[in-house]
Nanobody, 123 residues
Framework: VQLQASGGGLVQAGGSLRLSCAAS????????IGWFRQAPGKEREWVSC????????YYADSVKGRFTISKDSAKNTVYLQLNSLKPEDTAVYYC?????????????????WGQGTQVTVSS
């Protein structure tokens, strides 16, 4: 599966963005799809993921209640709605396909990384 993330941009603190992760080459339903982010000078971290089999969603504590992941199987696309954005959410956001481990999605279990999309939140 090949993934392409899009939808990033510049937004003020408190604003919203919707990121898209479009898949080609295979159906997303075969995989768990995760969103990850990497801020300048920091390691890449897991943000959220959605189960391929039953659409159950999982979130890192830092974004719980503010971000929402969803999937449109007809469009073979996963979305990440970012609300109540904070400057610390500034990062390059990536989507990837793989398999969750319990209630988290470790990067080591994910591959097919798409090109990231930049999210910048100004204060």
């Amino acid at each position: 599966v090949q993934l392409q993330a899009s939808g990033g941009g510049l937004v003020q603190a408190g604003g919203s963005l919707r990121l898209s992760c479009a898949a080609s080459g295979s159906t997303l339903d075969y995989y768990d799809i995760g969103w990850f982010r990497q801020a300048p000078g920091k390691e890449r971290e897991w943000v959220s993921c959605i189960s391929g089999t039953d659409d159950i969603t999982y979130y890192a504590d830092s974004v719980k209640g503010r971000f929402t992941i969803s999937k449109d199987s007809a469009k073979n696309t996963v979305y990440l709605q970012l609300n109540s954005l904070k400057p610390e959410d500034t990062a390059v956001y990536y989507c990837a396909a793989g398999y969750r481990h319990g209630s988290t999605c470790p990067q080591t279990l994910f591959g097919s990384w798409g090109q990231g999309t930049q999210v910048t939140v100004s204060s």
